[in-house]
């Protein structure tokens, strides 16, 4: 997921980072259970 692959390098120097990751794994979370799959 790109907004993962944006933030996860800057966590450790922003921590507010880590919760935009958060959000990102569940967003990741949803489009796997909620979306149908090719």
Same mark, same amino acid.
């Given at each position: 997921? *790109?907004? !993962?692959?944006? *933030?996860?390098? /800057?966590?450790r120097? /922003?921590?507010? /980072? !880590?919760?935009? !990751?958060l959000v990102? %794994?569940? *967003?990741?979370?949803f %489009?796997?259970?909620?979306?149908?799959q090719?």
């Amino acid at each position: 997921m *790109l907004v !993962r692959a944006v *933030l996860g390098p /800057h966590d450790r120097v /922003h921590p507010q /980072h !880590r919760f935009a !990751r958060l959000v990102s %794994e569940v *967003l990741a979370n949803f %489009e796997v259970f909620f979306l149908p799959q090719p």
